[in-house]
């Protein structure tokens, strides 16, 4: 079992930076696990943001955050980051952050078994 609390949402301008992290928690090896971070807006679907191997050096993201999010991993400290720069209004969403022991990384909510709580991005023009 693992535990996902997610942490550093809050209210921003556009054109800011923030970053968020998750911290897992339980007996268990956190290297082992995919994280994945996903958004979700008010009336849309949960959408895919981006993805980290267990050692963190394969990374994927979403075509709509491609250039401005960053995922990174301190497996000693058993926390995944989301680093977002140059925000957009279109970013605001809870931001999930996910584990999955089953894949080495993937864009699919699917693959994922252990999920956070989430925090709110919201992102004023």
């Known amino acids: 079992q693992v535990q996902l609390v997610e942490s550093g949402g809050g209210l921003v301008q556009a054109g800011d930076s923030l970053r968020l992290s998750c911290a897992a928690s339980?007996?268990?090896?956190?290297?082992?696990?995919?994280m994945g971070w996903f958004r979700q807006a008010p009336g849309k679907e949960r959408e895919f943001v981006a993805a980290?191997?267990?050692?963190?050096?394969?990374?994927g993201y979403g075509d709509s955050v491609k250039g401005r999010f960053t995922s990174s991993r301190d497996n000693a400290k058993k926390t995944v980051y989301l680093q977002m720069n140059s925000l957009k209004p279109e970013d605001t969403a809870v931001y999930y952050c996910?584990?999955?022991?089953?894949?080495?990384?993937?864009?699919?909510?699917?693959?994922?078994?252990?999920w956070g709580q989430g925090t709110q991005v919201t992102v004023s023009s």
């Open positions: 996910a584990a999955s022991a089953r894949v080495s990384y993937g864009a699919r909510r699917e693959l994922y078994d252990y």
């Open positions: 339980g007996r268990t090896t956190f290297s082992a696990y995919a």
């Open positions: 980290i191997s267990g050692s963190g050096i394969n990374t």
